[in-house]
């Protein structure tokens, strides 16, 4: 390929610039071989013309075409050269905000000034796993490709972090230590991994400083080795460091710092435990102020200092040792403000005794102050012969005290990494390790002394290394390919590194030159001027003789010799060693202890692992010098470094300013070329860059082919014939095994010849396109001409039709108009003479009606006043005959009285008497208040009648009179006849008129009542169907009140729930723990207790438990019931004092009457025992006695139930005449009555009291009556005569009888009074208890009045529907009540069941334990099988076992069972009969047996989990089992809350005897940990396929492949295996989610709980592929979406085939579907961006702009998203309030929830397969 075709016109070229390194032009004119001229046009139109020459001036760069700018890895670059580098970074940096770009095997991070949000822990997992090349550049990716290969090729590792001061370097290798610490975490509880973190705010504070160019600049290098054992998890760490920056403790340039310990120190020093140090502000201080300031914007120096001391207790460094190492940093301090001060001679000096600072120097490091004084203004020199002190001057003596703080923090810094090492070890063995090395980059500054010599010593080392081994991955990878290659030439350092360190080399000289006794800097130049002066890498300075300069790989660098020995040397006096040495503090006795003199100085390098022994010095004036141990120890890195696998990182500086993504191309450039970026370049570009696989090219280039070159099937034959066809020059490329390998600009030749194709296909369409777009347009007008045409002639035609509707409508409205006024004129004039007719008819008819009115009233009145003259006459008669009948009766009964007192002397009579006499007296009670009653209202209303009469009748003979008075015409008392005859017809109208109202009111009350009837049966019917929906919307509120008014709600309780799980998993991560040290006790590490329910407490005690239920409380329910029934319950609440104190009282007298009883029976059964023939007259008596008793007794039952009934009639008419009452005064006679009525019950009851003392006497004395007897017939039987002796005694036993008797009268008396004061208490009670009552319904009645009143103010249909409202408003409160009252009486109901029930099971054990004791006396031998019988006969769903079959049954049903073994059964079936053998327990009352069942039921579970911990069919099968068992425990705890959906039969079976809800706890929690066991052993399964199936497989067809695939994977990075990664397609992603849900499904696991598993694993495939989206250039592009978008529907679509697409799982995948729609969609104008914003809601702020600095276009003829439509998105997104972090947590786990959910099944019908080995479990 010539020039010619290269440089033709609109080719783009890069041209030196001297501001911006390189700037881009464009050929207008095509180049010809020859020509001296290049005519150029810049990107401004400025026209240019470039000078060419063959040898001074070369052709240009040529630009990579622009689909190829913003590539993650610079190699990928068709044109590799150093304006292609510096662009493609540049765009990646300010366009993209990609810090992170790839060359090669290198990492190129260039330092944003900013924090990002790329480091989190989920941006680790996204990098854990993945290939080098798979994701987009980082410092994980890197980190990742070393764990890797260390875990692959069992090799160690090294990262190579270097760079400028300021660059990012110890941020990267902080970053890379944290992925380490992340993905290797420590398997045991050490939390190495922790400590190795811990080290870094530890380092940086002791040995990282601010610098002109850094804040946080790290002022030495260092190597940190992090072990791993054969499980490649963190075991321990050690570091390594190198030349420390010493010279900053006691001198810092302007704007610069000391190190930040020293301000933290500060800054911290009003604590407490630092008041002795005596620290104050740094500002006080000369070795913290020569910087002139002393603070970092945005550095809180108190804050770090709590981070540091943190780290220090973190990494077990004691608090006493920290407060040591705060005392020697304290005295560096206070020796730098020590003054020194000179003498007059100038030749000595001395320190004032005063001088606090040295005071307090001494104090805290424990030394003697007058020795301290002493030397440090005088020195010890010693000669062979003596030894003599010799004085300083004040440079000297200033000189030794800061050589001395220098020496004091050298060693400081060393104790400390030594005990960090010692931290982090481990007596592990290490089975490999990586290291990362943070090491200072090339320097060059405008003075350079000894330091910068010697860290572009290291870099030179570090180059050498890593040119060699780029060049050894170009040689493997040309053989991996069977490439024939060539030897690469490469800038080879090793001539520059000899000038160094080869004898007689700069530092051999410089050690030699320390070695002489009065060698100074000038002579140590001048040896290098005469031995390196024809070196090619050696330069003297033409105006300097103490200086010299080195060409190093990077650039030339001119050091100035001045301190090079003092440097070298480090020379610390002797005598102030000693004097620290003889400290009283042990640690600072440690730092300068004799160890160290036998080992050279460390002040170079810290704790360095020589690998050969070092000879022992032959005394301490030969100690090695700092140029010699730092080379010693660079050579030892060297050594670790080419025995590891090296991974470089090269930190870029893009500006000196330290603004955020601001980037100046001169220093980049300098930096690029100084770190071997372009080296990197150079060596790929000699070779063949560019790469591309077989099937990548035919996808990308098959459009330059024919198709005659597509007839055969193989790839790699069609690629070699096409490349033949279009590149003439075979060198250009080569044919490897599975890649084409192009030289330089081949690919961007080949972009050229497809888009010129693409091109002249484009002009082709476009053509066509637009003649068929001419002739649809010119078809379309004509259509429209005709079509207008038409409609034109159609409207004449219309409006001509319509002109002639309109004459003839015209005309119509005149006839029409004129015939109405004629006919209105006619029906006035007539309606005008039928109203006057009218009026006249009436007045006539009105004339006559007045006369015949009057006539009518006289006559009423006449017909009333005769009427109440013979009414009067007839009443005066009657009253006469009732006296004289009231007086002979009287009479009567008075004679009849004297009578009665006569017969009622005698206790025969009184008791004939007594017999039915009560019942008399109630019922005639009970008539006289009927008849009172009545006879009061009749009263009442007779009075009320004449009252009126009388005052109208009065009324009207005062107006007659007046008239006769006034006139005495007789016409005129005609006329007032009349009128009063006309207002006694008035009068008579309106009692007619009351009646009739009367009448009409209690027909309206009547239909009322009917139309409350009939709302309160619509009311009922509007309560189930209240119920009903209710129902529906609790069920519905579900989903629609998490949308509407309990978003907050929901979310709060998902945040505790996921809080409370998360701590769950946090527990059963410990508990797993614990269980890998201590398996025995894991056991028993849980056994709760359980508690009896107080409900079922009765099943194991007698009836007392309960006192409360008997039978007469079940008798006054049962009344209580049928009086709320009839009464209603507002009435019946309104005396509930008075009916639970009578309630009382009837009890009362039900348990007297039971003692009666049981004393009867007693004396029975007594009397049945001694019963013999001398005593039948004395037995004929008793049971005659008790006869009486007995009837007696059942006469007071039957007198109880009358007084109940009277009770509840009390009742009644106290509701009625409450409800009925208008009026105080019937309130009064009401409650007039209930007294009464009450009083009437009070006696009954003393009366009854009463009869039972009788019968207590009479009882007593029966038993002491027979006791005497006895006696006497005793004693008979003694004598010989025994018939007088009998017969005389008969007088003295009645005598004694009489006295027994009346003594027993006397007792009963007391009684009687007793009783007497206390009814006399209760009733006071009872009257206070009336009077509330009464103030109660008095209220109630002003309430009711002022709601009639405000009724009557209403108008008819406002009153009918108030009053309905009321009674609707009544009607529900009663309602309530009665559910209430229901409720009550259910649970009354269920407790006496349950008592029943087991009152009967136990009769049936015993039954049966006696028939099995029988038949075992009998027949032993057949009792197994008629037990069986019987059990199987009634079976009630349990199983026994015996207690020491447990184990057995465990293992057997948990630790050996496989889900195919119950394959086949009832799915849960382990869980149900667990519950069946839990329910045996509860049923025999076994509380240990119960623990112990199911405590060995959980530990096994866990067991069995833990085992098979990786087996998803294993733990869903555990899953739904364990859920199952929870539910079971639900639904037979018999728990209202859980039995509404119950059969009766399974509520028969709910347990008894105890409450297992804390098991119930324990089980949820365990069912969550199988649940996140389920989740974390699935999507382990999925996550290897989702990036494969979701972003790389090819759904749609020739979608893929239309973008170059740039970067060269490493083949390091790649797998080894002959088949290549595993690729999965989405089909094989569905089909494992199908197995997923087919096997919960299968194991009966609840569909809620399926549908949450796939919503978590929807989540993860989401936010797995939209981090890999987010972290990949090469998949964010238009096909990208478009694919992606078909694999989400197809997801959809799986959703709705299984029916899980109301399980919330699709909206998980929202955000990749918006993120596969903003692929898709336009990027260009205002409106896009606005459309944008509006559309990808789902997801954040950061994630669409990263997305859309990542979209790369398809081919040139797409364009780029601009910055400023990324700027537009930006600002339109600023009030959106989103997190800062970029990708999605693929650890988030949505909080499980477990519905309740019963079961169907009935445990008796459960069938047990024989398979599973269980014969030992009984039915019972």
């Known amino acids: 390929m010539s020039v010619n075709e290269l440089y033709t016109k609109y080719t783009r070229v890069w041209i030196p610039d001297p501001v911006d390194v390189w700037k881009a032009a464009e050929i207008v004119k095509d180049y010809k071989e020859g020509d001296p001229v290049l005519q150029l046009k810049l990107e401004d139109e400025t026209p240019l013309e470039y000078p060419v020459g063959p040898k001074s001036n070369p052709l240009p760069f040529l630009r990579n075409p622009d689909i190829l700018v913003g590539e993650n890895d610079l190699t ?55 290939n080098m090349g798979d994701m987009d550049p980082h410092i994980f990716a890197v980190a990742e490709e070393a764990y890797k290969q260390m875990a692959r090729d069992e090799k160690n590792q090294s990262i190579i972090v270097s760079g400028e001061s300021g660059a990012g370097k110890t941020v990267s290798a902080k970053y890379a230590m944290r992925f380490f610490a992340t993905v290797g975490g420590s398997a045991s509880d050490t939390n190495v991994e922790d400590k190795v973190l811990a080290s870094s ?59 930040h310990i020293f301000y933290q120190l500060c800054a911290s020093a009003s604590l407490p435990e630092f008041k002795d140090l005596a620290l104050t502000s740094a500002e006080d201080f000369t070795y913290t102020s020569l910087g002139e300031n002393i603070f970092i914007e945005g550095v809180n120096d108190a804050e770090d200092f709590k981070k540091t001391r943190e780290a220090f207790t973190l990494l077990g460094i004691k608090e006493s040792s920290q407060n040591s190492i705060f005392k020697v940093i304290a005295s560096i301090l206070h020796l730098g403000n020590v003054e020194i001060c000179s003498d007059r001679d100038g030749e000595s000096c001395h320190i004032s005794r005063k001088d606090v600072h040295l005071q307090h120097f001494c104090r805290l490091l424990g030394v003697e102050l007058q020795q301290m004084e002493h030397w440090l203004c005088h020195r010890k020199l010693a000669t062979t012969s003596e030894t003599y002190v010799k004085t300083m001057s004040t440079k000297q003596a200033t000189n030794a005290r800061d050589a001395l703080a220098k020496h004091i923090y050298a060693r400081m810094f060393d104790w400390i990494v030594e005990h960090i090492n010692l931290s982090l070890q481990t007596s592990t063995k290490q089975h490999s390790f990586i290291g990362v090395l943070d090491i200072y980059g090339f320097e060059t500054f405008e003075v350079n002394s000894f330091e910068q010599f010697c860290i572009n010593y290291a870099n030179e080392k570090l180059q050498q290394q890593f040119n060699s081994h780029v060049f050894k991955l170009e040689q493997e990878e040309y053989m991996k390919e069977q490439i024939p290659w060539t030897l690469i030439d490469f800038a080879d350092n090793q001539p520059c590194i000899d000038l160094i360190e080869a004898r007689l080399g700069i530092l051999d000289l410089l050690d030699e030159e320390c070695k002489v006794p009065k060698g100074t800097d000038q002579n140590w130049a001048q040896k290098l001027y005469n031995k390196h002066s024809s070196s090619a890498h050696f330069q003297k300075p033409r105006m300097s003789n103490i200086s010299f300069i080195i060409i190093h790989f990077a650039d030339k660098v001119e050091y100035q010799c001045d301190g090079f020995l003092e440097k070298n040397r480090d020379t610390v006096y002797e005598e102030q060693i000693n004097i620290l040495k003889a400290s009283q503090f042990q640690l600072v006795a440690d730092l300068f202890s004799d160890k160290d003199d036998v080992a050279p100085a460390k002040s170079a390098r810290v704790n360095v692992r020589a690998l050969k022994t070092v000879p022992k010095a032959p005394n301490k004036e030969h100690r090695k010098t700092v140029g010699h141990q730092f080379r010693t120890s660079l050579h030892l890195l060297m050594d670790t470094l080419n025995a590891t696998t090296p991974h470089y990182v090269r930190c870029i500086k893009p500006n000196d300013f330290k603004e955020a993504f601001s980037f100046d191309s001169r220093r980049a450039v300098q930096q690029l070329r100084a770190c071997g970026v372009l080296e990197t370049i150079r060596i790929s570009a000699a070779g063949y860059p560019s790469r591309w696989t077989y099937p990548d090219f035919f996808n990308r280039y098959r459009v330059l082919m024919k198709k005659s070159d597509m007839t055969t099937a193989d790839k790699k034959l069609v690629c070699k014939n096409l490349l033949e066809t279009l590149i003439k020059e075979p060198d250009m490329f080569q044919f490897g095994k599975t890649k084409i390998f192009f030289r330089a600009g081949q690919v961007a030749y080949l972009e050229k010849l497809r888009t010129d194709k693409f091109r002249s296909a484009c002009i082709k369409i476009q053509k066509t396109v637009r003649g068929w777009l001419q002739r649809i347009r010119y078809r379309k007008i004509r259509k429209m001409a005709i079509t207008l045409q038409r409609y034109g002639r159609g409207y004449m035609a219309r409006r001509y039709a319509e002109f002639l509707r309109q004459t003839r409508a015209a005309i119509i409205c005149q006839k029409q108009y004129r015939m109405v006024r004629e006919r209105r004129e006619f029906l006035r004039v007539r309606r005008a003479v039928v109203t006057i007719q009218a009026y006249a008819k009436g007045m006539f008819t009105r004339r006559i009606y007045q006369e015949f009115l009057l006539h009518h009233k006289a006559m009423i009145i006449q017909k009333n006043v005769r009427g109440w003259m013979q009414r009067k006459q007839f009443r005066r008669a009657r009253n006469a005959a009732i006296t004289i009948q009231c007086a002979f009766r009287r009479m009567h009964a008075k004679r009849q009285l004297k009578q009665l007192k006569i017969e009622a002397r005698s206790a025969e009579h009184l008791k004939k008497l007594n017999t039915g006499m009560e019942n008399k007296i109630v019922q005639l009670q009970r008539k006289m208040d009927d008849q009172s009653k009545e006879l009061r209202t009749q009263n009442e209303q007779l009075q009320t009648v004449n009252t009126s009469l009388g005052s109208e009748v009065n009324k009207l003979q005062k107006q007659l009179e007046l008239l006769r008075s006034q006139q005495e015409d007789g016409g005129q008392v005609r006329s007032l006849e009349e009128e009063l005859e006309h207002l006694r017809k008035e009068l008579e109208e309106a009692h007619a ?50 949308e509407v008014s309990s978003v907050s709600l929901q979310s709060e309780l998902d945040k505790e729930r996921e809080r409370y799980q ?117 037995s004929e008596q008793e049971t005659a006695d008790l006869a009486y008793n007995n009837l007696k007794r059942q006469e007071l039952e039957s007198e109880n139930k009358k007084l109940k009934n009277d009770l509840n009639e009390l009742r009644k008419t106290v509701a009625e005449r409450a409800s009925q009452n208008s009026s105080s005064n019937e309130l009064q006679d009401s409650y007039n009555l209930l007294l009464s009525q009450l009083k009437s019950a009070n006696e009954e009851l003393d009366a009854r009291k009463e009869e039972v003392l009788i019968l207590r006497t009479q009882i007593v004395s029966a038993a002491q009556l027979q006791e005497k007897t ?125 008592q029943l029930k087991i009152y009967m099971k136990k009769v049936q054990e015993l039954e049966a334990a006696q028939a099995a004791a029988q038949s075992s006396r009998s027949k032993p031998e057949l009792i197994r099988q008629v037990t069986v019988q019987r059990k199987e006969k009634d079976f009630e769903g349990m199983l026994e076992y015996n207690k020491e079959d447990e184990a057995l049954l465990v293992k057997t049903l948990i630790n050996d069972i496989r889900p195919n073994n119950v394959s086949g059964t009832v799915p849960c079936l382990p869980a149900y009969i667990l519950f069946m053998c839990i329910r045996h327990a509860d049923y025999i009352n076994d509380d240990q047996k119960v623990e112990s069942l199911l405590t060995s039921t959980i530990n ?107 970067y060269r994977n490493r083949s390091s990075s790649m797998d080894t295996d002959a088949d290549g990664p595993t690729s999965y397609t989405l089909q094989a992603l569905i089909k494992q989610l199908g197995q997923f849900h087919n096997i919960m499904r299968d194991h009966g696991l609840d569909p809620e709980i399926i549908g949450q598993v796939v919503r978590q694993l929807f989540h993860c495939i989401n936010a797995v592929t939209l981090n890999n989206l987010l972290l990949r250039k090469d998949v964010c592009s238009w096909s990208t979406g478009m694919q992606l978008r078909y694999n989400t529907s197809q997801l959809e679509e799986w959703l709705r085939g299984n029916n899980l697409y109301q399980s919330k799982a699709a909206a998980t995948l929202e955000p990749i579907i918006q993120a596969a729609q903003l692929l898709q969609v336009k990027k260009k104008t205002s409106q896009d961006a606005e459309a944008i914003c509006t559309l990808c809601t789902a997801l954040t702020m950061q994630q669409i702009v990263k997305i859309l600095n990542l979209y790369t276009p398809l081919n040139e003829f797409e364009e780029r998203v601009t910055v400023s439509f990324i700027r537009n998105i930006q600002n339109r997104l600023q009030e959106r309030n989103d997190p800062p972090q970029l990708l999605l947590d693929t650890k988030h786990t949505f909080p499980v929830l477990f519905p309740y959910s019963p079961s169907a099944l009935s445990l008796e019908m459960l069938h047990i397969p024989a398979s599973l080995n269980i014969d030992f479990l009984v039915r019972v």
């Open 201 to 259: 705010p530890i380092m940086e504070a002791i040995g990282n400083a601010k610098t002109t160019r850094n804040d946080n600049s790290s002022r030495f290098g260092k190597y940190i080795q992090i072990g791993f054992n054969r499980h490649y998890h963190i075991i321990g760490a050690n570091m390594r460091t190198y030349l420390l920056e010493k010279s900053r403790v006691v001198f810092q340039a302007e704007d610069e710092r000391n190190y």
């Open 1500 to 1606: 096994a579970i866990k067991k069995v989990l833990k085992k098979n911990n990786d087996d998803f069919e294993m733990t869903s099968f555990w899953l739904a089992n364990t859920s199952r068992l929870l539910h079971c425990l639900k639904q037979y705890s018999g728990e209202e809350a859980f039995m509404t959906q119950n059969t009766p039969k399974q509520n028969e079976h709910c347990l008894k005897n105890f409450d297992l809800a804390e098991y119930r706890q324990v089980l949820s929690d365990l069912s969550i940990q199988i649940y996140q066991q389920l989740i974390k052993v699935a999507e382990g399964i999925i996550q290897p396929m989702i990036v494969s199936a979701m972003l790389e497989s090819e759904s749609i067809p020739s979608l893929a492949g239309v973008k170059p695939m740039g």
């Open 993 to 1042: 008129l009351r009646n009739k109202m009367e009448e009409e009111h209690i027909s309206e009350k009547m239909d009322l009542t009917q139309r409350v009837d009939e709302l309160e049966r619509e009311n009922s019917l509007l309560k189930s169907e209240k119920e009903e929906m209710n129902q529906r919307i609790l069920q519905h509120s579900k989903s629609t009140e998490e």
């Open 1270 to 1394: 006895e006696n006497i017939l005793n004693l008979n039987t003694t004598e010989t005569d025994s018939t007088p002796v009998v017969n005389n005694s008969t007088e003295p036993v009645d005598k004694e009888e009489a006295l027994k008797a009346y003594h027993g009268l006397c007792e009963s008396k007391k009684l009687l009074e007793a009783q007497l004061q206390t009814q006399s208490r209760q009733h006071k009670d009872e009257l206070e208890a009336l009077h509330t009552q009464i103030e109660l319904l008095k209220g109630d009645i002003e309430d009711k009045q002022e709601k009639l009143s405000y009724m009557m103010s209403l108008s008819p249909e406002a009153q009918v529907e108030y009053s309905v409202q009321q009674e609707i408003t009544r009607l529900t409160n009663d309602n309530l009540d009665l559910k209430e009252l229901v409720e009550k009486l259910e649970k009354n109901e269920r407790k006496l069941k349950k």
């Open 1062 to 1178: 998360n701590l769950l998993k946090e527990f059963s991560r410990l508990e797993q723990r614990y269980d890998n040290l201590k398996e025995e006790m894991s056991l028993n590490k849980f056994q709760p207790g359980h508690r009896r329910n107080p409900s079922n407490q009765s099943s194991l005690e007698s009836d007392s438990n309960y006192p409360s239920v008997s039978t007469s409380e079940i008798g006054d329910t049962e009344d209580s019931i049928q009086l709320v029934d009839e009464m209603g319950i507002d009435k019946a609440a309104m005396d509930i004092s008075l009916f639970m104190k009578l309630q009382k009282r009837v009890r009362e007298l039900e348990q007297e009457r039971k003692k009666l009883q049981l004393t009867v029976e007693k004396m029975e059964e007594l009397a049945k025992r001694k019963g013999s023939e001398s005593r039948l007259s004395t």
């Open 76 to 130: 990928a670059l068709s044109y590799l050269h150093e304006p292609a580098v510096l662009h493609n970074l540049r765009v990646r940096f300010l366009e993209s905000n990609a810090i992170y770009t790839y060359c090669g095997i290198v990492l190129v991070a260039i330092n944003p000034y900013e924090q990002l949000q790329i480091y989190g822990e989920e941006v680790i997992n996204a990098y854990s796993g993945q």
